[in-house]
């Protein structure tokens, strides 16, 4: 897919059929472990055994990131059942992150603050990482593929024109998919995965439910971070804004992202950079699963530590794989 490639609602539903059709097979986290550094692991892996890896976020009471953990101060469950760690990093891994902006014609005052915003977040791109800029209106447009260039990224960002509808859980769909193609394959490639949507309104146009979104981000492991941008002049009781609060609250509840709702235009950058810093700032805790049954069921994730007032957060759980 090349940076001019504009995915357009007729041909995006050609696309989500096939998909449909033919899904993907996906094991609780498409990862095969490997043996891992000794210095990183507490026990090693057999090659082929699945690995759930998490990515864990922890804060004090004060919402600071806390850094400066062992893999002794976590304890993680599997549905309430205490699972053995066997492999744990503080090192800040590489990246895979889709850029998710809304161009509707509702965001014809805010789009400048808004490119500014989130070209600041790909400043803070390190060599190793990779992004994907996707602009979303009544289509949904990829402005450019995955790519360590910092300037394509920022010429796709400041190419976005406000215009039509909002297709968010399209938007989101697709990244989803394409953020897929990025998945590790073994402990020696593994990458955090991250998208990044910023909507003012509610979905109007997608192709896809948000039932089906919510699905397939359970079943990934990319975590979704919103920004939901509130007009002043909305009515807060009107349905469609609830339901679109709600959506956003739960994508990144389930995946171990956060949502923001700023109070101010002006408040993009700020938040654009604590994304960019708890990404920096999060551990990667493996293990597998004491339960070897093949049953394709959801198992519910609990990650606590041990250091007084430290809250951790990571995703609700995950599919076993299939039998």
Do not use: C, H
């Not at 699905?215 to 941008?229: F, H, P, Q």
């Amino acid at each position: 897919m090349n940076a001019s490639t504009t995915v357009r609602l007729a041909a995006a539903a050609a696309w989500l059929a096939l998909a449909a059709a033919a899904p993907p097979r996906l094991s609780a986290d498409g990862l095969r472990a490997q043996a891992p550094p000794p210095s990183q692991a507490g026990t090693t892996f057999r090659s082929g055994v699945d690995l759930v890896a998490l990515n864990v976020t922890v804060t004090d009471p004060s919402n600071r990131y806390i850094t400066d953990l062992g893999a002794e101060d976590f304890l993680v469950f599997e549905n309430g059942v205490k699972q053995d760690i066997g492999y744990f990093s503080r090192t800040n891994l590489s990246l895979s992150v889709s850029l998710l902006l809304d161009s509707s014609a509702s965001m014809e005052d805010k789009m400048r603050t808004t490119q500014e915003a989130a070209s600041g977040f790909v400043q803070s791109l390190r060599p190793e990482d990779q992004a994907q800029v996707i602009d979303f209106d009544s289509r949904v447009s990829v402005l450019a593929p995955f790519t360590s260039s910092k300037a394509d990224l920022q010429k796709a960002i400041a190419s976005t024109v406000p215009g039509g509808s909002t297709s968010l859980y399209t938007a989101v769909y697709i990244a989803l998919r394409e953020l897929k193609k990025t998945e590790s394959r073994g402990i020696e490639d593994l990458r955090r995965r991250a998208v990044i949507v910023l909507s003012d309104g509610e979905d109007t146009s997608s192709l896809v439910s948000y039932d089906e979104v919510l699905e397939l981000a359970k079943r990934s492991e990319t975590a979704v971070y919103a920004i939901g941008i509130r007009s002043k002049d909305t009515n807060w009781t009107g349905r469609g804004y609830g339901q679109s609060d709600f959506a956003l609250r739960q994508l990144t509840s389930q995946t171990g992202g956060r949502v923001f709702f700023p109070s101010s235009i002006d408040e993009l950058k700020v938040i654009y950079a604590l994304i960019s810093q708890e990404l920096s700032s999060q551990y990667l805790v493996g293990y597998t699963s004491a339960d070897q049954k093949r049953d394709g069921a959801w198992r519910r994730i609990s990650v606590r530590t041990t250091r007084a007032g430290a809250t951790a957060r990571t995703r609700m759980g995950y599919y076993a794989p299939g039998g």
